[in-house]
Structure formats: structure tokens, C-alpha cells
């Protein structure tokens, strides 16, 4: 089962972000039922070491509701401090969590909601491994787990590659990892580029049309 969310290979905490997204159409939400829940935990569950398909397949549609609202208040959270970073231009991106200081609790308070922690397996003949153990649902472990790493992410330095897409009509975040990048992905560019020839040639011809987004 695939989410529906853009996964651009960001981390985690940005990519739960951008399950939040818009087109011509309309402005989406991948969480906004316990399917796009499963789906969007199923397609991140291989980048942490907490949560199995297995995990996935085992939770109950409460568990996926209560899911649901805490990715959902840890995703408000994140993009709250995401303006706070990038000095939030677009209006149709903003957060739910309107006060700085209610993400940062949000945050700390889903970073320590269930404990997990390394531990190492070595068996006799193999190759020694690094598994993660928790002393809760494996699915609420991998929760904190982005929690935790939007904590790290947000104090540290690499704040500051953090931006926000400005092609017409995107709302999505990405970390400006090299110095030519300017949008979340090649068709935001695209979008951006045309956007911008459109008004070039309507100033030149003295028309004030705005341009269309697709």
C-alpha cells in the first residue's frame, strides 16, 4: 500500500511535513483516515528500525485513529517550526499550531510519549546488528522516534538548509542540499520557470493577466 504523500527522500520529520500538499486542484491531507495512516506508515516503516509491515498489519482501526491524530499533531508541530525557520511566506501552508511555544511542547512531549532504545544481537557465527526495542506498540515507538528527530534536526545547524517550495501553489518543505536547488522537485521548477516567463511576457506587452497554476 502506497501513501499518496510526495516522499522525496527527506528525513523523516520533513517528509511527515509534506503529508500536507496541494495541486490545481485542491490541498490534500494523506492522514486525514486511518488508510492514508497505514499507507503512509507502510511506505516510511524501512527507514527506522522500530516498526515492521508486520507491526503495520497488526494495528486495529482505534489504533489507527489514535495514530492518525498524533502524526497529525506532530506534523502540525514540525511545520510550525518549519515558518519559524524559513519565515514562512505562503499563507495556504500554515500551520494549525498557530503559538511557537505549543510546537515545541508538542514536540518534546511526542519525542518522549514511548521509550525505545538500541540493542544488539550477535549470534554465534553472524554478523553482530543493531535492532531497535521498545517498551510500547512498535508503531508509537517509531512516532517518537521522528520526534526525536525533528528535536535533533530543529537544534542543530541543518535548520538552516530547510526550505520552503515556492513554485506557485506548493506547500511542500525540503533541505536545500545542493547550492542550485531551488524547489522541492523538478516539476515545482518547471511550474516556477513557466510562471515567471508568463509574467516576463505579459509586462512586456503590457498586459497584468495572472499566470495560471497547474
Same mark, same amino acid.
Given at each position: 500500500?502506497?501513501?499518496?504523500?510526495?516522499?522525496?527522500?527527506? /528525513?523523516?520529520?520533513?517528509?511527515?511535513?509534506?503529508?500536507?500538499?496541494?495541486?490545481?486542484?485542491?490541498?490534500?491531507?494523506?492522514?486525514?483516515?486511518?488508510?492514508?495512516?497505514?499507507?503512509?506508515?507502510?511506505?516510511?516503516?524501512?527507514?527506522?528500525?522500530?516498526?515492521?509491515?508486520? @507491526?503495520? @498489519?497488526?494495528?486495529?482501526?482505534?489504533?489507527?485513529? !489514535? &495514530?492518525? @491524530? !498524533?502524526?497529525?499533531? &506532530?506534523? @502540525?508541530?514540525?511545520?510550525?517550526?518549519?515558518?519559524?525557520?524559513?519565515?514562512? /511566506?505562503? /499563507?495556504?501552508?500554515?500551520?494549525?499550531?498557530?503559538?511557537?511555544?505549543?510546537?515545541?511542547?508538542?514536540?518534546?512531549?511526542?519525542?518522549?510519549?514511548?521509550?525505545?532504545?538500541?540493542?544488539?544481537?550477535?549470534?554465534?557465527?553472524?554478523?553482530?546488528?543493531?535492532?531497535?526495542?521498545?517498551? +510500547?506498540?512498535?508503531?508509537?515507538?517509531?512516532?517518537?522516534?521522528?520526534?526525536?528527530? +525533528?528535536?535533533?534536526?530543529?537544534?542543530?545547524?541543518?535548520?538552516?538548509?530547510?526550505?520552503?517550495?515556492?513554485?506557485?501553489?506548493?506547500?511542500?518543505?525540503?533541505?536545500?542540499?545542493?547550492?542550485? !536547488?531551488?524547489?522541492?522537485?523538478?516539476?515545482?521548477?518547471?511550474?516556477?520557470?513557466?510562471?515567471?516567463?508568463?509574467?516576463?511576457?505579459?509586462?512586456?506587452?503590457? &498586459?497584468?493577466?495572472? /499566470?495560471?497554476?497547474?
Amino acid at each position: 500500500m502506497d501513501t499518496k504523500a510526495p516522499l522525496m527522500g527527506e /528525513p523523516l520529520p520533513v517528509e511527515l511535513m509534506n503529508t500536507i500538499w496541494a495541486d490545481r486542484h485542491g490541498r490534500y491531507d494523506a492522514l486525514r483516515d486511518p488508510g492514508g495512516v497505514e499507507a503512509w506508515l507502510s511506505s516510511v516503516c524501512s527507514r527506522t528500525d522500530l516498526m515492521t509491515a508486520d @507491526d503495520i @498489519d497488526g494495528l486495529t482501526a482505534p489504533d489507527l485513529h !489514535r &495514530l492518525g @491524530d !498524533r502524526l497529525i499533531s &506532530l506534523r @502540525d508541530a514540525l511545520r510550525r517550526l518549519a515558518a519559524e525557520v524559513t519565515q514562512e /511566506p505562503r /499563507p495556504e501552508a500554515s500551520s494549525e499550531i498557530l503559538e511557537l511555544s505549543t510546537a515545541v511542547h508538542v514536540l518534546n512531549e511526542a519525542a518522549g510519549e514511548t521509550p525505545h532504545w538500541p540493542v544488539l544481537r550477535w549470534a554465534p557465527g553472524a554478523e553482530p546488528a543493531r535492532h531497535g526495542h521498545t517498551g +510500547g506498540k512498535a508503531a508509537w515507538a517509531a512516532l517518537s522516534a521522528i520526534a526525536q528527530e +525533528g528535536v535533533i534536526f530543529f537544534s542543530q545547524n541543518s535548520r538552516h538548509q530547510l526550505r520552503a517550495c515556492l513554485a506557485p501553489g506548493c506547500v511542500l518543505y525540503f533541505l536545500k542540499n545542493h547550492p542550485r !536547488r531551488e524547489w522541492c522537485s523538478t516539476s515545482c521548477g518547471n511550474r516556477a520557470r513557466s510562471a515567471r516567463h508568463y509574467q516576463r511576457h505579459h509586462r512586456s506587452t503590457g &498586459l497584468t493577466v495572472a /499566470p495560471r497554476t497547474e
